[in-house]
Nanobody, 120 residues
Framework: QVQLVESGGGLVQAGGSLRLSCAASGSIVSINPMGWYRQAPGKERELVATISSGMAANYADSVKGRFTISRDNAKNTVYLQMNTLKPEDTAVYYC??????????????WGQGTQVTVSS
């Protein structure tokens, strides 16, 4: 089994910053990609950013230039630095990992979610 443990959410004023972390543990051969999704009340879950094991990053248009995703492959950890936060960034943020658990057998895992609230 694989577990994803997130941290770093909270309440911040508009224009502020937060940093999310997500550490994966368990039966892991490799992880590609890791990333973050978010879900606001009454809306579908949406992609925020993903990053490959080779450090290639992909961002939603709504966060480009404000959010930066990074990862530490040795620690199986992914980070999301969120700057210039806006009220519309308020959501539950979920960590995502596509994990090779055994000899090309892959499975997707999700974290439990961490709340980010941006006040105006």
């Amino acid at each position: 089994q694989v577990q994803l443990v997130e941290s770093g959410g909270g309440l911040v004023q508009a224009g502020g910053s937060l940093r999310l972390s997500c550490a994966a543990s368990g039966s892991i051969v490799s992880i590609n990609p890791m990333g973050w999704y978010r879900q606001a009340p009454g809306k579908e879950r949406e992609l925020v950013a993903t990053i490959s094991s080779g450090m290639a990053a992909n961002y939603a248009d709504s966060v480009k230039g404000r959010f930066t995703i990074s990862r530490d492959n040795a620690k199986n950890t992914v980070y999301l630095q969120m700057n210039t936060l806006k009220p519309e960034d308020t959501a539950v943020y979920y960590c995502y990992a596509d994990v090779e658990i055994y000899r090309r057998i892959r499975s997707a895992y999700w974290g439990q979610g961490t709340q980010v609230t941006v006040s105006s």
